[in-house]
């Protein structure tokens, strides 16, 4: 985060020297952090719109409530707002801007997917997210790419260039947002490996959770493209990556030695024994993408076997 807020920082500088405010850094660190409160602010109503979101109350999803009620007691936190999202792809998220304010979802896809104890393993590592306050960071951080993108269109399509200075500027935004986008898709990935050993610390079981995945990038990778890409701006928040899933189910099959489609314990546990070699490409894809490689995750999740 400081490298982040330190990069987008000095794009900031450059952008208000070249229109004449050159010197006052105050100002410069006041409209920074102006954008990242806004941002801040509006972040999860961005999200709940996106998903279309629906609170559900107990009676009308006890099970669900049930399961996160004794999670929440188990992991320390006020017991979060419980919401579903009707879309048929199987995920999960959780979102808000501090632990009294956390909301976990699940699509409805999930809820016809998955067992009780997978569903259980899949809210845990929601629940984590909302114990680490990363969803919070994820919203704040998720900004400043943003801020440099507008930087780059403002002075790079800019009519005022004397001496070629804004488009110079432009050119150094352009480089800062790729940048922050890598920075970014780092802490993403990052915060998936702790969310999924909090599961674990709360009781979610490690070949549930790795089942889970499974199942989850299974039906992915049957859904409708178009539907697919509508969630893609919002994939950062869900539990595996929705635009890889094709990928993933080829990664994991191996994996499903029986073809039950589901990843037991003892299969799992063969994962300690084993020597799993990830391919260059798929680590170089790792690099510009939300979640962590599919094989990583699961190999770390037969540690906790």
């Not at 800062?176 to 780092?186: K, T």
């Not at 299974?218 to 929705?242: C, H, T």
């Not at 070699?277 to 094989?295: C, G, Q, R, V, Y």
Request: aromatic share 8%; net charge neutral.
């Amino acid at each position: 985060m400081i490298l982040l807020f330190g990069l987008v920082y000095g794009i900031i500088i450059l952008a208000m020297s070249s229109l004449g405010y050159g010197g006052n850094f105050p100002l410069f660190a006041i409209i920074g952090l102006v954008i990242v409160f806004v941002q801040f602010l509006i972040g999860p109503s961005i999200v709940q719109m996106t998903m279309g979101v629906k609170y559900v109350k107990e009676e009308q999803a006890p099970e669900l409530h049930r399961i996160v009620n004794d999670l929440a007691m188990t992991a320390g936190l006020p017991k979060p707002k419980i919401g579903i999202s009707e879309t048929n792809i199987p995920n999960a998220f959780a979102f808000g801007r501090t632990q009294k304010d956390g909301r976990v979802c699940v699509t409805r896809g999930l809820l016809n997917t998955l067992d009780r104890d997978e569903l259980k393993a899949v809210l845990g590592h929601e629940l984590a997210h909302i114990k680490h306050n990363d969803m919070a960071v994820t919203t704040i951080v998720s900004a400043v790419p943003l801020i440099c993108y507008y930087i780059a269109l403002s002075f790079m399509f800019s009519g005022d260039n004397r001496n070629g200075g804004g488009f110079i500027i432009g050119i150094l935004a352009w480089i800062a947002y790729f940048l922050g986008q890598l920075i970014v898709l780092f802490i993403s990935r990052t915060r998936e490996y702790y969310a999924d050993k909090g599961s674990m610390e709360i009781g979610g079981q490690p070949d549930k959770l790795a089942s889970a995945l499974y199942k989850l990038a299974y039906g992915a990778s049957r859904a409708p493209k178009e539907e697919v890409k509508n969630m893609e701006g919002v994939r950062a928040f869900f539990l595996n990556d929705i635009s890889t899933a094709k990928e993933d189910i080829q990664e994991l099959s191996q994996l499903d030695i029986d073809n039950d489609g589901r990843i037991s314990a003892s299969e799992l546990s063969q994962l300690k024994h084993k020597n799993i070699k990830i391919k260059k490409s798929a680590k170089i894809a790792e690099i510009f993408s939300t979640h962590p490689d599919m094989l990583k995750r699961i190999e770390r999740l037969a540690e906790y076997v």
